[in-house]
């Protein structure tokens, strides 16, 4: 079983910078897909940014595109989402996801719930 750990939520003001960490416990043995989601309050969990592991492709959610950044750090096993420019729609619990069979089909994003692993989420609040 692979275990991810997500860190590096918090409070902050409209404007500001968090970068979230999701270390694994092991690299996926199966997929090539990692990536983040969230869910806001009241509303249903959505995907934010998502990685190939074997080539490095990306994908965002248009209301993030130019504002944050994932990244794969394969020798730490950590993935990593560095978010800029921060707005209190961004205010989330983000949940990071592995061992993805793909990231995107047909513009189609794999659903949370179809990756063979999740992290218990980190709580990010953006206050304007």
């Known amino acids: 079983q692979v275990q991810l750990v997500e860190s590096g939520g918090g409070s902050v003001q409209a404007g500001g910078s968090l970068r979230l960490s999701c270390a694994a416990s092991r690299y996926p043995p199966r997929g090539n897909c990692m990536g983040w989601f969230r869910r806001a309050p009241g509303k249903e969990r959505e995907g934010v940014a998502t990685i190939y592991t074997d080539g490095g492709a990306t994908y965002y959610a248009d209301s993030v595109k130019g504002r944050f950044t994932v990244s794969l750090d394969k020798a730490k096993n950590t993935l990593y989402l560095r978010m800029n420019s921060l707005k209190p729609e961004d205010t989330a619990m983000y949940y990071c996801?592995?061992?993805?069979?793909?990231?995107?089909?047909?513009?189609?994003?794999?659903?949370?719930?179809?990756?063979?692993?999740w992290g218990q989420g980190t709580q990010v609040t953006v206050s304007s």
């Open positions: 996801a592995a061992g993805g069979d793909y990231c995107v089909s047909g513009g189609i994003w794999l659903p949370f719930d179809e990756y063979r692993h």
